[in-house]
């Protein structure tokens, strides 16, 4: 089993750049593929970025693709998000996640844990 806290969102004027962060307890994170989804009011949610086990591939929505990074230590637990350049429509509830098999990355369903999420407000 594994847990996931997201950190790291906030009030950010267009341009501007955040860090996302997700601490992930349990031994077995390293052999989780891992992924960035975000939701904004209205809307479903949406794939943003994915990163494959120990880090080599990664993946991106066209949307975010240029401007964001993804990035993992599994040392450490974790996976960021790292986001620059940020545009008001970034604005949305951002939530990491675990996929076991690393099949359907950018599919939510294929996730099998989540964290509870993080804002990201982007303001003009």
């Known amino acids: 089993q594994v847990q996931l806290v997201e950190s790291g969102g906030g009030l950010v004027q267009a341009g501007g750049s955040l860090r996302l962060s997700c601490a992930a307890s349990?031994?077995?994170?390293?052999?989780?593929?891992m992924g960035w989804f975000r939701q904004a009011p209205g809307k479903e949610r949406e794939f943003v970025a994915a990163?494959?086990?120990?880090?080599?591939?990664?993946y991106y929505a066209d949307s975010v693709k240029g401007r964001f990074t993804i990035s993992r230590d599994n040392a450490r637990n974790t996976v960021y998000l790292r986001m620059n350049n940020l545009e008001l429509e970034d604005t949305a509830v951002y939530y990491c996640?675990?996929?076991?098999?690393?099949?359907?990355?950018?599919?939510?369903?294929?996730?099998?844990?989540w964290g509870q999420g993080t804002q990201v407000t982007v303001s003009s």
């Open positions: 996640a675990s996929n076991p098999s690393g099949l359907g990355y950018s599919i939510p369903n294929e996730y099998n844990y």
């Open positions: 349990g031994r077995t994170f390293s052999t989780y593929f």
């Open positions: 990163i494959s086990w120990s880090g080599p591939r990664t």
